[in-house]
């Protein structure tokens, strides 16, 4: 579709809305500078945190922002570590 992009990290296919690619999370090569504001806002879930560095939205489960690293600004502390075993699924495997 039109402004959909191709991550130029692992070549997965992203909407044009999203400012970072959904499987790496590696950022728009254009800084997602065509991405809607209203667009971005939609992404935002619950225990989404604004990098106080960037400001880029990192997902709940980051314990350091995406595009800086800076650290999550609680240390994570938010981010217990059987939520983290509740994302592996069946037929996942560990890197």
């Given at each position: 579709r039109p402004g959909d992009w191709p991550c130029p990290s692992c070549n997965a296919n992203n909407y044009a809305?999203?400012?970072a690619c959904y499987r790496c999370e590696e950022p728009h090569?254009?800084?997602?500078?065509?991405?809607?504001?209203?667009?971005?806002?939609a992404e935002v879930r619950p225990g989404d945190w604004p990098c106080p560095s960037c400001n880029a939205n990192n997902y709940a489960k980051r314990i350091?922002?995406?595009?800086?690293?800076?650290?999550?600004?609680?240390?994570?502390?938010?981010?217990?570590?059987?939520?983290?075993?509740?994302?592996v699924r069946p037929g996942d495997w560990p890197c």
């Open positions: 809305k999203r400012i090569p254009d800084g997602g500078a065509s991405v809607r504001q209203d667009d971005r806002q350091a922002c995406y595009r800086c690293e800076e650290p999550h600004p609680d240390g994570g502390a938010s981010v217990r570590q059987d939520d983290r075993q509740a994302e």
